[in-house]
């Protein structure tokens, strides 16, 4: 079946600009998840979506960084004012369950 | 709070020899521990999980891991060593709370 996917795959944009990636999690998925995961550097947790519950916030770095997800299905993650750290491959996951997470193939900002 | 300790970044192997990566935990209640692992571009896989049960685990591509309640470890395992085995590995914990918490990863080479 369809796993997770990912838009775009490789998103280049210059500093200032706004950005969304977009994450369709496994369909049925109640739990959809963002991680960040910069150059040799492990997975930071961003934000965490559990059905109609308030999404866990706490992992965004900054307020120019918000999601959405419509519908209890796709998410977009939107950052705002690009800077060059936010330079970084950005992975999505959703899981029936908080046990096991499937991981999509990430988009990769690259921020100039 | 919650949380995982990969203390090697690297490990190197001979193809065929066995293959140990180190993972400890710390969690206040009962913990849902994982491996997961990520090839060059790509995202990550699920390889296997300890909820209950049998404390050794057996996942994919031949990998175990063996549930240490006592020296909090779930370290990663594997009989004989491939070449394709080479990737960076994260171990993971859900304790307190619903989140996935990601070790910083080791990279496995394995060498011919």
């Known amino acids: 079946g369809a796993g997770v996917s990912q838009s775009p795959s490789n998103k280049v944009t210059e500093k200032g600009k706004d950005v969304e990636l977009r994450c369709d999690p496994i369909?049925?998925?109640?739990?959809l998840y963002w991680y960040r995961q910069s150059l040799g550097q492990g997975l930071e947790f961003l934000i965490y979506?559990?059905?109609?519950?308030?999404?866990?916030k706490s992992g965004l770095p900054s307020d120019r960084f918000s999601a959405e997800r419509t519908g209890g299905s796709v998410s977009t993650l939107t950052i705002q004012r690009t800077q060059q750290e936010d330079s970084a491959v950005y992975l999505c996951?959703?899981?029936?369950?908080?046990?096991?997470?499937?991981f999509g193939p990430g988009t990769r900002l690259t921020v100039l | 709070a919650q949380s995982v300790a990969q203390p090697e970044d690297q490990v190197n192997v001979a193809e065929g020899n066995p293959l140990t990566v180190k993972c400890t935990y710390s969690?206040?209640?009962?913990?849902?521990l994982f491996w997961y692992v990520q090839y060059p571009n790509r995202g990550l896989q699920f390889l296997l999980k300890?909820?209950?049960?049998?404390?050794l685990v057996k996942g994919s591509y031949g990998f175990e891991a063996e549930f240490n309640k006592s020296q909090t470890s779930f370290h990663l395992k594997k009989p004989s060593a491939l070449v394709s085995d080479s990737a960076l590995y994260f171990c993971?914990?859900?304790?307190?709370?619903?989140?996935?918490?990601f070790g910083t990863g080791t990279r496995l080479q394995v060498f011919p």
């Open positions: 993971a914990v859900i304790g307190d709370t619903d989140k996935l918490i």
């Open positions: 969690v206040s209640g009962n913990p849902y």
């Open positions: 369909s049925g998925h109640t739990a």
């Open positions: 996951a959703s899981s029936l369950l908080s046990h096991e997470q499937f």
């Open positions: 300890y909820i209950t049960g049998d404390n």
């Open positions: 979506f559990q059905g109609n519950s308030a999404p866990d």
